[in-house]
Each structure stands twice: as structure tokens, then as C-alpha cells.
């Protein structure tokens, strides 16, 4: 009798399991969900170290995107992004080759206007010919980027180092691989 009920009760919770739960088995054919989870206040330092001034602006698309989502999806106003930059990227950020990248200003005000701070590592600056005042007036210029980013590693921020690839699009996989369709 014991055997009994104790089996009844397995069966039982079994049943009541999968039914709660759903179906447990998911193949290669199912479709993705989409989570629009809502994200806390971010504390992000970018390690910016670039090979090209262009490569270096470009890569502020990176900044970009994460406000983009933390607009949409968490808690910009209360988060804080810092850029330190330290590669051949920075003669971009300098005033005095305005000439040279005449959007760069504009591109770098658009993120300083939504809290974006953006550090130059002196060293790097003198290494590559500039004062610290040879940069436009949205920039701060840190003794080293070294211990800049270490201040904000010490003080919980989270470390992002975005490295730029060539963009691949469906397209070009179905291309490499004809055995892929566009259909579903």
C-alpha cells in the first residue's frame, strides 16, 4: 500500500511538472526568443587603442550603440561611460588636425553631451608630439591610461575593449554556402 500511494505521488508530481513546465524538448528548427530584459545603471571604462585615427572614430560607434541600448532598455541616466584613449586614434581627438578629421568634434560632442567622458593619456600624447592642450576642450587629458583605467577597474567598472571586424550579413554566408537558403 505504501508503494502504492508513494508511486501515485511521483506520477502525480511528474505530470503536474510537465505540465507546468511545457514541453522540455526544443530542435533545431525552433525559433529564438527575444528578451527585453531591462538593465541597471552601468558603471563601462573603454580601453580605446587603435591602430588609425579613422579606425578610432569609427570604433564610436561602439559608444554609440551601448547608449542606444541603455536608452531603450536600462538606466542611462544614472550610468557612467568613460573612453581612454591611447593609440594613434587620439590624433583624431586633437585640435589641432581639425583639418584632417573635420568630423570628429561633432562625433565626440554627441557623445560628451550624453554624459560620455573621454580621457587622453598624456604619455601617449607626448609620445605622438602633443601637449595636453592641444586637445579639443570636451577632452581630459590623464597622466597615463594605464592607471586611468585601473582607477575605474579599482572603483567596479566594467572593462570593454571593442575590437572592430568587417561586417558579415546573411547574405554573405548564403554566398559562401549555396546549401543555405533565405527561406526559413
Known amino acids: ?11 502525480l508530481m511528474t505530470v503536474a511538472t510537465i505540465g507546468i513546465a511545457g514541453p522540455s524538448i526544443a530542435g ?3 525559433k529564438s526568443a527575444f528578451d527585453p ?7 563601462v571604462v573603454y580601453d580605446w587603442n587603435y591602430p588609425t585615427p579613422e579606425t578610432g572614430l569609427r570604433a564610436l560607434g561602439f559608444v554609440r550603440n551601448h547608449i542606444k541600448a541603455m536608452q531603450e532598455f536600462g538606466d542611462l541616466e544614472n550610468s557612467n561611460i568613460v573612453i581612454v584613449a591611447h593609440g ?8 589641432l588636425n581639425s583639418e584632417a578629421y573635420p568630423d570628429a568634434y561633432a562625433q565626440l560632442k ?14 601617449a600624447a607626448r609620445g605622438r608630439g602633443y601637449a595636453p592642450e592641444d586637445f579639443y576642450d570636451i577632452i581630459k587629458v590623464v597622466p597615463a591610461a594605464v592607471i ?3 582607477k575605474y577597474g579599482n572603483l567596479g567598472y566594467s572593462y570593454m575593449y571593442p575590437e572592430l571586424f568587417p561586417r558579415m550579413t546573411r547574405e ?3 554566398a559562401k554556402h549555396p546549401e543555405v537558403t533565405m527561406d526559413e
Open 88 to 95: 594613434n586614434d587620439l590624433h583624431a581627438f586633437s585640435r
Open 148 to 150: 586611468d583605467i585601473a
Open 172 to 174: 554573405d554566408i548564403i
Open 1 to 11: 500500500m505504501k508503494n502504492s500511494v508513494r508511486t501515485s505521488l511521483v506520477a
Open 37 to 43: 530584459v531591462q538593465y541597471e545603471a552601468q558603471n
Open 110 to 123: 554627441e557623445l560628451t553631451d550624453l554624459g560620455v567622458e573621454i580621457h587622453v593619456c598624456r604619455n
Open 28 to 30: 533545431p528548427e525552433d
